[in-house]
């Protein structure tokens, strides 16, 4: 991971436009390619980013990012303040929690409640990035990664988001749809993942665990 705090202006060209005025904020490169943009009073949340794969050209006061897609993220420099490298390591991954671990078992168990004709290729499907929660097939054997929360935000759609990047390189696996499912997912991540042609679905646990034929809300 690169880090760098700097004095910068930000502007993203793309399906919409949108200018951070100058500023000092923080910048982070990951290993992954993805580039974001911070200040020191939005929690964890960057105030705009550019997702991989994409690619970072460096000039003089002006670093360029762009993605396959023509989306640029073009950041002026006016004063770095701090730029270092650091080395993280191996992600272990995320431990879930005991609802959340239950629903992806549930789910794999009954995984036709997603569609009629789905199989399940696999749970926790390895990718370079972490696992999968499941890898299905639906009913005209189309790959579909399918990744669970008990509570569905904005993260969760750009975690699935990533990894259907990079699935889709694949020609094994391509094309790869996503789904992204949740007991509550909230309206910004919805739009997103619409936005993203991945499909939503409202988990009802209690249900799920009674196994009916109503254990979904689907929308």
């Known amino acids: 991971m690169r880090l760098v705090i ?19 904020r923080l910048l982070l490169i990951k290993a992954d390619g993805s580039v974001s943009v911070h200040s020191d009073d939005r929690a964890y949340k ?81 990718t370079a990035i972490g696992p999968v929660d499941l890898m299905c097939r639906d009913a005209e054997g189309v790959s579909v990664a399918v990744e669970i929360k008990r509570r569905g935000e904005i993260d969760g759609v750009e975690q699935l988001t990533r990894y259907l990047e990079l699935l889709n390189r694949d020609p094994l696996l391509a094309p790869v749809k996503g789904v992204f499912a949740a007991q509550q997912i909230k309206p910004q991540a919805r739009v997103l993942a619409e936005d993203r042609g991945i499909r939503c679905v409202t988990l009802d646990y209690e249900a799920l665990k009674g196994t009916d034929s109503d254990e979904f809300r689907l929308f």
Not at 11 to 18: H, K, N, P, S
Not at 92 to 107: F, Y
Request: include cysteine.
């Open 46 to 126: 960057p105030l705009n980013w550019m997702s991989p794969p994409c690619w970072l050209i460096e000039d003089p006061g002006v670093w360029t990012v762009q993605n396959k897609a023509g989306e640029k993220l073009v950041i002026s420099l006016e004063e770095v303040m701090h730029d270092s490298k650091h080395e993280l390591g191996i992600e272990p991954g995320l431990v879930k929690d005991g609802v959340e671990a239950h629903l992806q078992v549930l789910l794999a168990e009954h995984v036709h409640t997603l569609g009629d004709g789905w199989s399940l290729v696999r749970r926790e499907f390895p």
């Open 6 to 24: 700097a004095r910068c202006q930000v502007d993203y060209v793309g399906r919409l436009t949108a200018h951070l005025p100058m500023a000092n």
